[in-house]
């Protein structure tokens, strides 16, 4: 049961709020090592609720969580948060010192180290979520977006291995958006973390997620790779959410117009190869 | 302007003050302090006035905003002056017709006054240099150094941060009561603050849960660690030894210790 | 002082606080107003106080790592409450809620005295209102005064079978009243000396300050009890953590 290729693994997870609210019921979830997952549901459908729950800051009913195959009631706090790091929602939750460098150092202190390693976790996490000019600045003059980027470098510098992260994208301009899914990607793909991605935005995750697993009203519709949850019309359409723009407009030209287009394209980059490959050349302005 | 908003922008500008050790000038600026309230004579406490109107200057902090923050002082010291004038003494020095009366001018009072206002200034002018030049969080990082009780700062620094996050949320609620027509008249504008004060408390309650969630997702164990007071540099070492002794020296020489 | 002379008090005084109205802002002793020997009386006398809420703190801490985020959170709620511009009627002006005696009802009195104490710190040196010599005297009046009123109201009125609205608007205007009038005799026992005796002296100064501070309390008394039942309506389950570690 207990496969050491993964990172996070849910069963049959089952959650109320104390006031009867039903958040999830039967979920499986799953993280391998290395993996880049988007949680992707709608609003009101239990993101935060799961990342709490596999966080291990909500007691579900019933099911058993287990991180790097270890049961989650079974690790002590200290060593459960060096391994698993959390970013809230909402960055003022978790942003509580007077300034960016005292809120980083924050964990790194609580773990007990020197001083001097404390700095230097403190400016590694900073650096890496290209922050580190804003360290000597007050919280609360930082904009939203430059708050969302510290919240994740507190997280950063306990050094975990799973990331999860619960809306990192909500609230940022388009650029904002691209910028954090970069730098998400660059910290899974040489930093070796396991990243957990709850999101809305279907438009980003073919840029970054391996697989997606799509929640609906508390239970799990679908998991599987980014490709073929995505591609998925229907179950989308019954989650609340749709398919990426690019991926509606040529599926439209492919149902109704009959342009003969091979698969269905998930990004810019790809639509527009696939489409190259379709129009006469003699046509284009320029040639490639 | 519908919240006392408090502006701390002025702490984070680079100068040669703010540069200086948080400890010194916590240090300086109680020394300075309760030397002004301790004085007797009119003397000492317009020096540290004048010493602390030459810092602020120094530091460039607008006129406009000092004006602001002496408004309520130079109000208090205005009516304590003319209280004194009027009612304590017994040397008449002059009087002035008023309200077919005629008011007898004190030169005791006069005095006595003249004192309790420059103690109100000066003293006013330490606490506005000292919280413009030094950021909220070195001061309680200094007062850790000093052996403040832990849970009292750790409470103030919690109490610090948040006030901005909360102020935000009910600045909005406030303006979203106002457009919807909740402060026209008392009793609606009495009950829009009740209802204002009961969201933000709840708010700030829940802001709590979540911020205590967070802080356990760090390793939170029920304090937080402060980082380490890097040790004083020769440059602050001597400016705290200069301060104290040019503020000790005034004393003794103004309050009549040496030349009295 | 003759009978001409405390007219001429009163009449200095009143107008000083209509044309000043920043100068009753919650009614905080203004930094150099206190010699150094009151300054220091009135620390000592609050530091117990201040000592009681920090053991409370600590015994709270130990049953829950929520204790420190609860009560800074609170704490920074009713800071903002304080800083709400209160229409006076009959002064024409605004004035503010002292917010203590609100705090001590929902976490208790000593840990009311604890954010007092720090509320009043951070006024001083970022609002400019109040000060660091006074601040003994103000946690004093505000804190101390203002919280243990309104908490034994409170728990005497629900006790003797007062609603909950009564007893927590009752808490709210008398805290405001013992505030006011302990500010009162900590400016009038400072301040009077020479010609001018203790008992007049308190007498005016308490006048002067009568026209906005009576009505204040009243209001403060209608704000105290809508904002606690709103509490109470909505998430009262949140207050668990302050019942733990007594009334104290
Ligand atoms: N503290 C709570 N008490 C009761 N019910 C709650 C609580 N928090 C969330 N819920 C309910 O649980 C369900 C799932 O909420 P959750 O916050 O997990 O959704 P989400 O997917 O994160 O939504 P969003 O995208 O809006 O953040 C919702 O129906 C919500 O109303
Ligand atoms: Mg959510």
Redesign the interface.
């Known amino acids: 049961m207990a496969d050491p290729g993964f990172a996070v693994e849910a069963e049959g997870l089952s959650f109320s709020y104390?006031d009867g609210t039903r958040a999830l019921h039967g979920v499986d979830f799953c993280l391998r090592k290395g993996e880049f997952t988007a949680l992707l549901a709608s609003n009101g459908s239990g993101k935060t609720t799961l990342i709490?729950v596999l966080?291990g800051?909500a007691k579900p009913q019933k099911g058993t969580v287990r991180i790097f195959g270890q049961k989650l009631g079974r690790i002590p706090?200290?060593k459960l948060?060096?391994t698993?790091?959390?970013v809230?929602q909402?960055p003022?939750?978790?942003?509580?010192?007077?300034?960016v460098g005292?809120d980083v150092?924050?964990?790194p202190?609580?773990?007990?180290l020197d001083?001097d390693t404390?700095d230097l976790r403190v400016s590694e996490a900073l650096e890496a979520l290209s922050a580190l000019h804003l360290r000597?600045?007050?919280?609360?003059?930082l904009s939203f977006g430059e708050q969302k980027r510290v919240a994740i470098a507190?997280?950063l510098a306990?050094n975990p291995s799973v990331l999860i992260l619960d809306e990192p994208t909500a609230g940022l301009d388009p650029s904002g958006e691209e910028l954090m899914v970069r730098l998400l990607q660059r910290l899974n793909r040489n930093g070796g973390l396991s990243i957990v991605f709850a999101t809305h935005s279907i438009d980003l995750l073919p840029l970054c997620a391996d697989t997606v697993c799509v929640l609906n009203l508390g239970t799990v519709l679908c998991q599987g790779s980014a490709r073929d949850v995505l591609c998925n019309h229907e179950m989308l359409k019954l989650a609340g959410l749709r398919l990426p723009y690019v991926t509606s407009l040529l599926m439209e030209m492919k149902d109704l117009d009959g342009v003969p287009i091979e698969g269905l394209p998930l990004t810019v980059k790809e639509a527009r190869e696939r489409l190259l490959e379709i129009i006469p050349p003699e046509i284009l302005f320029k040639k490639a | 302007m519908t919240f006392e908003l408090f502006s701390d922008i002025f702490t984070f500008r680079d100068n040669a003050l703010r540069r200086l050790d948080p400890r010194v000038k916590v240090v300086v600026g109680l020394v300075a302090i309760f030397a002004v309230v301790s004085s007797q004579g009119v003397l000492f406490p317009a020096l540290v006035f004048s010493l602390a109107l030459m810092g602020m200057l120094l530091v460039g902090l607008p006129v406009a905003f000092m004006l602001g923050r002496f408004l309520a002082p130079l109000g208090t010291v205005l009516i304590l002056f003319l209280l004194h004038a009027v009612l304590y003494g017994w040397t008449p020095l002059f009087s002035l017709p008023l309200f077919g009366q005629r008011v007898v001018i004190m030169q005791e009072g006069v005095l006595r006054g003249m004192h309790l206002a420059c103690r109100v200034l000066g003293g006013f002018g330490i606490m506005v240099l000292l919280s413009s030049v030094t950021p909220s969080h070195q001061i309680f990082h200094a007062l850790a150094y000093f052996k403040a009780p832990k849970g009292w700062l750790e409470v103030a620094m919690m109490m610090y941060r948040y006030i901005f996050v909360i102020l935000e949320s009910a600045a909005d609620a406030m303006a979203a009561q106002r457009v919807r027509l909740g402060y026209c008249g008392l009793k609606r504008s009495l009950n829009s603050l009740g209802v204002l004060s009961g969201v933000v408390i709840v708010k700030s309650l829940e802001q709590a849960q979540r911020t205590h969630e967070a802080m356990l997702a760090r390793g939170y164990k029920g304090h937080t660690p402060f980082g380490p007071m890097p040790a004083l540099s020769p440059k602050d070492g001597w400016t705290l030894g200069l301060s104290l002794g040019v503020l000790i020296g005034l004393y003794l020489a103004t309050e009549g210790w040496v030349f009295g | 002082m003759n009978g001409k002379n405390k007219l001429l008090w009163f009449f200095l005084f009143v107008s000083a606080f209509v044309f000043f109205p920043r100068v009753s802002f919650a009614m905080h002793i203004s930094e150099g107003i206190l010699p150094l020997k009151w300054a220091l009386f009135w620390f000592v006398l609050a530091v117990p106080f201040l000592y009681l809420g920090l053991v409370r703190l600590r015994r709270l801490t130990e049953s829950s790592s929520q204790a420190i985020p609860m009560v800074g959170l609170v704490g920074s709620a009713v800071f903002i409450i304080s800083c709400m511009p209160i229409p006076i009627p009959v002064a024409g002006s605004c004035s503010h809620p002292v917010g203590s005696g609100l705090a001590a009802i929902i976490i208790g009195p000593s840990l009311s005295v604890v954010v007092s104490s720090i509320a009043l710190l951070l006024q001083a040196l970022f609002l400019a209102h109040g000060g660091l010599s006074t601040l003994g005297a103000n946690i004093f009046s505000m804190g101390v005064a203002g919280s243990f009123v309104a908490y034994g109201v409170f728990w005497l009125m629900v006790r003797v079978g007062f609603g909950w609205m009564a007893a927590a608007f009752m808490a709210g205007l008398l805290s405001d009243w013992a505030t006011y009038a302990v500010t009162s005799l900590e400016l009038s026992s400072a301040l009077h000396g020479g010609s001018g005796a203790f008992g007049p002296m308190f007498v005016s100064i308490l006048l002067a300050f009568a026209p906005t501070q009576v009505p204040l309390g009243i209001l403060e008394g209608v704000l105290c009890a809508m904002a606690y039942a709103f509490v109470r309506a909505r998430r009262f389950d949140l207050l668990g953590v302050f019942e733990k570690g007594g009334a104290t």
């Open positions: 104390t709490k966080g800051l706090r200290l948060y060096q698993l790091g959390i809230f909402n003022s939750d978790q942003l509580f010192a007077a300034t005292e150092a924050f964990g202190r609580n773990l007990g001083p404390v000597e600045r007050a919280i609360h003059h507190g997280v306990m």
